[in-house]
């Protein structure tokens, strides 16, 4: 049948997707407040209008929640556009007369009645999941399979708030790049017919609660705890993030030692490959002269990631990270090529589940590794041991360091994996900070010992003689904004530009 609905009807933001035939998966996400669930609907009854075959399974989690929801606000859409006589409405199911397209609503806490789902012409070509953060991969899995019928074009439309940064619609919608789906995110400032009081209201958390405003008013991906990190402090900085100037790993050659009857790296063959699956990543490539600082952090029990941190040790920006899971002898290598690539950089790793990859960088012949003192376990006298040892004495101390930069400079910081890993860093029952359980901490880890690990080395770039130093944009801008005597020791810090 015709479908002549005015534009004016829907928000202008969502009419790209009205027509959409492209896409297997409309994903439909943000805050509070910002009309997705009533476009998705909307975006329904235009469907079971206009297509000759639309037979639409609208599904929630439980049940009984459609009734004051989904089903409700078909309801609601049908009655404002004046649509009654065109359709039958009873108990939970609704019929376009004009088409026969059928609606159903049905919970996901009974499988069987999802199973039987039946419609009076054709087959199911849609589904809607509506809060779909409260179901389980497995669940939706079992309504991807249900769409197979033959020369259909099923889509489904799943609608939600991201607040937790661990879900499986994040690793599968938004970690991953999937051709068959589109993603639309929108807040409360998107949607056009929102009640100015509501809109005031939840203006309001902006003051009362910064972290709620966030993640659930403007539809920033949280979690379920609440991190020790300055959680709107990091949502902020991931939404300025840039792409790093480069992605990839190093190569080498390699050479017999016939002295010590061992195979090292030859250090002028180290070379940098470009690859899109790299697993390293520079934001800001090395620059002569400069004090670099390397924190790593070792893979526990083969379950974590191998994870390094460069640090420009003049401003302590993040310049690079590294992030893998491969063997150690591996992950050591690239430690050695990572540290020679930055001027020969400080390297910190931490010695507690292996002390393999600090043996094996003094065995490469790796000219700097961070000491510590540690006490003999025979003659009890303190000595020199390479690597940081996290302990129940060291380990508040680093992170609370990082705490503070990121509450105080969180511009320095550069890596989504890394931010996205502080906003799983929670407390947990018995007050100690750690990943939340199914998360990872290896970059925020690595990156707490970089930090603590500089007194170790140089703050001041070397400035051959007759060669200027390099400076930033932002570094330029501290020079000139500082007094007479701050200007004299930022030259002194940074080395002279001019």
Known sequence: MQVNIPKRAFNTVYLPLLDDEQHRYIVLYGGAGSGKSVFAAQRLIVRMMSKPLCNILVVRKVGDTN??????????????????GLFDVTDLRIVCRATGNECIFKGLDDPEKIKSVTFAKGELTDIWIEEASEIEEADFNQL????????????????????????????????????????????????????EDYKRTLEGYKTTDPYYYEVYCLGQWGVIGRTIFDARAVNRRLRELRPAEKRGYF????????????????DGTIRWVEAEDGYISIY?????????????????????WFAGQVLDNTTGRQVCTLRQQFDEDLYAKQLYCLGRYYNDALVAVEANFSSYPIKELQRLRYPRQYVRTAE????????????????????PVIIAGLVEIVRESVELLHDADTLG???????????????EEGAHDDCVMALAIAYYARTQQSTAADKPRGVRAEWTEDMYEDYWNADEDGQAYLIQKWGDPF
Do not use: C
């Open 67 to 84: 009734r004051t929801s989904t089903y409700a606000l078909l309801r609601q859409v049908i009655t404002r556009w004046g649509l009654y």
């Open 144 to 195: 991807d399979i249900r769409l197979r019928g033959r020369g259909i074009h099923g889509q489904i439309t799943l609608s939600f708030n991201p607040v937790n940064i661990l879900h499986w619609l994040k690793r599968r919608f938004f970690d991953r790049k999937d051709g068959r789906a589109v993603t639309l995110k929108t807040t409360y400032r998107d949607n056009a017919f929102l009640d």
């Open 251 to 266: 190569a080498y050659d390699t050479f017999y030692d016939p002295v010590y009857n061992e195979v090292r790296i030859q």
């Open 284 to 304: 800001e490539d090395r620059r002569a002269g400069v004090p670099y600082v390397i924190g790593g952090d070792t893979a526990g029990e083969g379950s974590d």
């Open 376 to 395: 003999d376990s025979y003659t009890r006298r303190p000595m020199e041991r390479y690597g940081f040892k996290t302990t129940s004495v060291t380990r």
């Open 421 to 435: 890993e502080m906003l799983t860093f929670v407390r947990n029952e018995k007050g100690r900070a750690e990943a």
